[in-house]
T-cell receptor, first 114, second 115 residues
């Protein structure tokens, strides 16, 4: 039972255009959300995060939007660059007591065409 | 500063054999996580440790899987006996004291193939 879902396995965009990656979650108790980026043959690396008390967080070319009522978040990359080509994982954090773990989605492969 | 170290990077074995994956976390980190990546399920958390103590092993698929952390600088994930459906990339990650929100550092992974 996937609590964090990324329904698009892949996405292709042109260099310079906007990339929008989507993520849906089912558990309303999640209070923190993250995006990780993964290149081939490497481990995932943290990209950007957002607390459930906010609806937007921006870091350079990357912006994450959170819609709690829809249980949906998205990552916007603008402008997209060929070096952004990677797998992007959405993750949600569930904290309470000693719990300290992330629930990841299945990932979306982004290909930015030159 | 060395990151999370995993060995081996690739492992090919035959069904029924024992497989041991190894991880050295970043020095000073007191959380250690084991994940498995597959196309169908993405990144699944198998187990995590805090100060060498297993905290949550609810993601361990079955009794064939076991994990240990004998000291702060070493952990193993063992599969015995291995099956073809265990083929996946296994990641180890570590994080410093406090909430592991933005600070999970992943190793490069071990690609396991069970024939």
């Amino acid at each position: 039972d996937q609590q964090v879902k990324q329904n698009s396995p892949s996405l292709s965009v042109q260099e310079g255009r906007i990339s929008i990656l989507n993520c849906d979650y089912t558990n309303s108790m999640f209070d923190y959300f993250l995006w990780y980026k993964k290149y081939p043959a490497e481990g995932p690396t943290f990209l950007i995060s957002i607390s459930s008390i906010k609806d937007k967080n921006e870091d350079g070319r990357f912006t994450v939007f959170l819609n709690k009522s829809a249980k949906h978040l998205s990552l916007h990359i603008v402008p997209s660059q060929p070096g952004d080509s990677a797998v992007y994982f959405c993750a949600a954090a569930l904290y309470g007591g000693a719990t300290n773990k992330l629930i990841f989605g299945t990932g979306t492969l982004l290909a930015v065409q030159p | 500063d060395a990151g999370v170290i995993q060995s081996p990077r690739h492992e090919v074995t035959e069904m029924g054999q024992e497989v041991t994956l190894r991880c050295k976390p970043i020095s000073g980190h007191d959380y250690l996580f084991w994940y498995r990546q597959t196309m169908m399920r993405g990144l699944e958390l198998l187990i995590y440790f805090n100060n060498n103590v297993p905290i949550d092993d609810s993601g361990m698929p079955e009794d064939r899987f076991s994990a240990k952390m004998p000291n702060a600088s070493f952990s193993t994930l063992k599969i015995q006996p291995s099956e073809p459906r265990d083929s996946a990339v296994y990641f180890c990650a570590s994080s410093p004291p406090g909430l592991a929100r933005d600070t999970q550092y992943f190793g490069p992974g071990t690609r396991l193939t069970v024939l």
